[in-house]
């Protein structure tokens, strides 16, 4: 493997009482995909601007491939950015707009001619070159942003929620558009969102804060599937929570109990301590029955239809209310309000949570 691109570490960054960086360390990768994920107040956009070299740190340092940028101004750095507002020029063209950053590195003119064609290519909007911002959608608005933050061809390019004003249809295809274009440039994006779906689906690693701390870190499917702690697992999709007593133990395999029910739960390496678990369960993990097939007995407080799947609130006297999500086209039981049904799990599907950091 080779060097990480930007070595993060200790990074701190205090605004009067408040932490909103808490010795942060992370390493980021040459040519990744990195996005930061965490609700409003984490940190996040703070991260990306002590990065860009905007907010100072209070503490900590910055490497760029093993030198020292912790104090090293905005523009040294080099950094494409690329905001949550459109951030135009309103006065200039678009053809200005992209040009602007390589007027400013004093480029001769035959290059920027041709490198405004081509970022303009990049992201497919050729055809808007003498256009002036007032006269674009915003998310024509926020290509032209992303071709004038690549123009350059930064090392980096900073996304600080560049899709967040626009509507759920047109940012499910730009978030396709940017993906292929960070796998074609091979440019390391670092991209922050609190979206967790866009988290999910675009990035290679995610980065998930919470009060300026980072609570865990990792591909997709990783983090979905073993979230450390409730934090996590709450916020990257829905869990139901319980914490259950643990009868026996042999190697990785624990038995808990629902009432009088034992059950086994796989938890390689979990931390036991005490005799109570507290485990995350994803609903799409529990299956239905009728009564009596599964382990355990329920009846349907409450059904709700999403198109390709439905979200069933069960009530069982120890552990509901639970939610179950089922695929529609499934055959078995048609979840209904009133009914009694069983639910139950496969031994690997609960995840046992560490307590979150204090
Ligand atoms: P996010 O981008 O994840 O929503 P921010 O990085 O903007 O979070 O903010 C993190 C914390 O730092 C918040 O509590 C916020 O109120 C605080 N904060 C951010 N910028 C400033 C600032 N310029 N002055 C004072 N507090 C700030
Ligand atoms: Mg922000």
């Known amino acids: 493997m080779t060097d990480p691109i930007l070595t993060i570490s200790r990074a701190t960054k205090r605004y009067g009482p408040v932490h909103a960086l808490d010795r942060v360390d992370l390493t980021v990768e040459e040519g990744e ?31 760029l491939r093993g030198r020292d940028i912790t104090s090293e101004p905005p523009e ?31 480029r001769p003119a035959s290059e920027i001619k041709k490198r ?49 004003a626009l509507d759920k249809k047109l940012r499910a295809d730009l ?3 940017l993906k292929s274009l960070h796998d074609s440039l091979g440019v390391t994006f670092i991209y922050v969102t609190h979206d967790q779906d866009e988290a999910l689906s675009m990035s290679d690693r995610v980065v998930i804060l919470k009060d300026g701390r980072i ?66 369960l994803r609903p799409e993990r529990i299956r239905l029955g009728a009564p009596g097939e599964e382990m355990l007995d329920g009846t349907i407080r409450q059904v709700s239809y999403l198109g390709e799947r439905c979200l069933v609130m069960v009530d069982h006297d120890v552990i509901g209310p639970l939610l179950i999500s089922q695929a529609t086209w499934k055959e078995g039981v048609t979840p209904r309000a009133g009914l009694p049904v069983s639910f139950g799990w496969d031994s690997d599907a609960c995840v046992v949570m560490e307590a979150e950091p204090a």
């Open 215 to 280: 609570q865990q870190q990792g591909v997709p499917d990783a983090l979905y599937n073993h979230p450390r702690n409730r934090f996590v697992a709450d916020f990257l999709g829905k869990s139901n929570f319980m914490d259950l007593p643990v009868r026996g133990r042999e190697g990785d395999a624990l038995t808990c109990a629902v009432g009088d029910t034992q059950f086994p739960v796989e938890a390689p390496g979990a931390e036991v301590r005490g005799d109570v678990l507290n485990l995350a």
């Open 175 to 177: 978030q396709w558009e």
């Open 33 to 63: 995909f990195l996005t930061l994920l965490g609700p409003s107040g984490s940190g996040k956009t703070t991260l990306l601007s002590a990065i860009a070299g905007f907010a100072p740190l209070s503490e900590g340092r910055i490497d």
């Open 116 to 164: 405004v064609e081509y970022c303009l290519g990049l992201v497919q909007m050729e055809d808007f070159a003498d256009r002036m911002p007032s006269q674009m959608s915003g998310g024509q608005q926020q290509r032209i942003a992303l071709a004038r933050a690549l123009s350059f061809e930064p090392q980096v390019l900073l996304l600080d929620e560049p899709l967040s």
């Open 76 to 106: 040294h750095r080099d950094f494409g950015m690329v905001f949550q507002g459109y951030a135009l020029f309103p006065t200039m063209t678009v053809r200005d707009n992209i040009a602007f950053p390589l007027k400013v590195r004093k």
